[in-house]
């Protein structure tokens, strides 16, 4: 290969492309390239030669995360809560509505939940399966 000169081609590896292409010579220190112009995505990044590019993972590096088990997406506290309710009972969500604890109500984003406490004059805090929702409620 021909000795690096700045606005000259070299064959570098583009991150973006993930290909070795031809790139112009944009920077270079101590007779070495250290930045270079893609010619086909017009990227200008640091100059990764081809050993860079092909270079493997050391052996020192953190190890693969082993999969996890899968979680139940239902807390174990709303299964409790919800235990010996009527699904039937549970009425749309609106924050026209008035709602006391062990209410159940359907929300349209968040499903069916049941009211586990009142949060001030116009709150109340509702126990759907992922989360608790701090919502409005008598407008």
């Not at 920077?27 to 390239?33: L, R, T, W």
């Not at 999969?67 to 235990?83: E, G, L, N, V, W």
């Not at 116009?122 to 701090?134: A, L, Y």
Request: proline share 6%.
């Amino acid at each position: 290969m021909a000795e690096a000169v700045v606005g000259r081609d070299i064959d570098a590896w583009c991150n973006k492309c993930k290909l070795e292409l031809a790139h112009i010579v944009v920077a270079m220190v101590d007779g070495v390239p250290v930045k270079v112009l893609c010619k086909t995505c017009r990227s200008e990044h640091r100059y990764k030669s081809k050993t860079a590019a092909t270079r493997k993972k050391s052996a020192s590096a953190a190890p693969a995360k082993s999969p996890r088990a899968p979680q139940s997406t239902k807390s174990s506290d709303y299964i409790i809560a919800m235990k010996g309710k009527d699904l039937g009972d549970a009425v749309p969500y609106s924050p026209k509505g008035q709602y006391q604890p062990e209410d159940l109500v359907v929300h349209p984003k968040f499903g069916v939940g049941i009211v586990t406490a009142s949060a001030g004059p116009n709150k109340i805090d509702v126990m759907f399966d992922t989360e608790t929702k701090r919502l409005v409620h008598g407008l």
